[in-house]
């Protein structure tokens, strides 16, 4: 992440520090709409890359990715299919069933490869739930992206 980092700030900074020369060039080759938004989406993913290279682990036990992906995936599913948001309570001595719907459905589907006992505890997938209610309130202020993958209104709609 740091590599990526570091060339999209050096190609950001390049195209906008160009003389004016070069810079009319490209202009004229390639348009000047063109250029803008390629200079932001560098700034975007520069930015992205910043944040997932702070939230990179450097030390403790490792994270379980699958298991994250597949909670965050059955969240999907759930709210999809019933209409309102995962949540469980409860805690690791209270029944399966005192648990919440949601804790139920991921004791119905986990996969046989995943460890039986003390993967998932209520704490960790509320933690996750929590995470993803935030990510989504975020994604809702974000414009929505066409199947292309350009945003509407950028300049290949032009």
């Keep these: ?9 050096s190609l950001s900074a390049a195209l906008c520090t160009l003389d004016i020369l070069n810079r009319d060039e490209l202009d004229s080759r390639i348009g000047p709409e063109k250029i803008e938004y390629l200079i932001g989406l560098l700034n975007l993913l520069h930015h ?4 997932l290279d702070r939230q990179t682990q450097a030390s403790g036990k490792p994270i ?3 298991t994250q992906r597949w909670i965050l995936q059955l969240a999907d599913i759930y ?3 019933f209409g309102r948001q995962p949540s469980v309570w ?15 459905l991921l004791e119905l589907a986990r996969p046989a490869s995943f460890a039986r006992h003390g993967r998932l505890s209520t704490k960790h ?6 995470t993803r209610r935030r990510l989504l309130s975020l994604q809702d202020g974000l414009p929505r992206v066409r199947q292309q993958g350009s945003p509407a209104g950028s300049p290949e709609d032009s």
């Design 1 to 9: 992440m740091r590599k990526i980092k570091q060339l999209t700030e």
């Design 90 to 104: 409860g805690s690791g001595e209270d029944p399966v069933q005192r648990r919440g719907t949601f804790y139920r």
């Design 48 to 51: 992205e890359a910043d944040v």
């Design 125 to 130: 997938i509320q933690s996750l739930l929590k």
């Design 64 to 66: 379980d990715h699958a």
């Design 79 to 81: 709210e999809n299919a």
